[in-house]
């Protein structure tokens, strides 16, 4: 994931290189081999009624960045002593972003959780090279690379009237070289100020013809390996506006951590409404984790069941130490809580 990760709406936070993500199906203790069908669950269920968000009146927190800090209380937290919330039936794909190399932090996170790993996700900046080392270090796990592509240095309105035709075509063909199905996401969070290419910086209209314009390019290549995910965040402008258009799209990320106190509807209810007015498209979370408190393994099972409940496909963990520690190994209620959920919802 070369990565942006923001403190709060309006900051611009880059993300070290080194962070990847992969998207993981419940299998106890050990990295799957390949398997077409994990990759399919990504597409979720098909878009259906969900419940009737409301508009809370607590302040979500912004992504891509986990949510603001809470301020210090000077009350000590209560411990809650009652049980664990039931997990829902049905099938939640889990996926993890980690800091490091992708197979060993793809062994590290499905020994903690007891999962096998369906989707690897990582980050390119555009304008950069083709990171064929990377997706074919994901290929060797057995999964399905998911490249968040930003343009953080390249001007969108040059992509969108070809300046960048050639460098697309060479990227196109190097995936269709590749041979496996890629996920590609171009310009995430575009809705939100934190980026460049993003809401205040570009207008709308501009990114969605770049959108079109990297689509085209890959289509007329021949690079038909690719399933194009579209993520704006849970938080700044509505997003319809960036909308590319049901043709140029095939799923949808959205973005949101959870603080304690706040609830999965709290963060993404309002905006999966509105994401569902515009379009029937699958939803997953590409990012998303839980912070550290007593109620973190409440939480754990809330994520879960707020997936099943909104009819979504799955989540993808941000399992790095940045600003908040989101690491989920060696937190012993969290983990037990993590690794229930998944055997649960296979």
Known sequence: MNRSLLAGIGASVALTAGCVGMFVLPLPHHVSSSDPRNAATLAGNQASVSPLPTRSSAKPSPSPSPSHRAKPSHHKRKRHSRALPRLMS???SVGVAVKGGIVSGVRSF??????????VEIYAPFGGPFPGVSLHAVASTGATPLLQWNPRSSPLYKIATGGYDRYLRRWATEVKRFGRQVVLSFGHEMN??????????VSPSTFVDAWRRIHNVFS???????????????VGALPEPWWP?????????????LRPGQTFAHIFAYRLANIRSFTSKPIYIAETAVAPSSDQARQIIELFNGVLRYHLSGFVWFNIDHLEAWRLEGRTGAVRAFRNAVAQTS
């Open 220 to 234: 007329q290549a021949g690079a038909h390996n690719v399933t194009w995910s579209w993520d704006p965040s849970h």
């Open 110 to 119: 499905a020994q903690a959780t007891g999962a096998r790993i369906a989707m």
């Open 192 to 201: 939100g100020t934190w980026n460049p290419w993003g809401a205040g910086h």
């Open 245 to 257: 258009g049901r043709r140029y799209v095939d799923k949808i990320g959205i973005d949101g951590y």
């Open 90 to 92: 049905g099938s939640v």
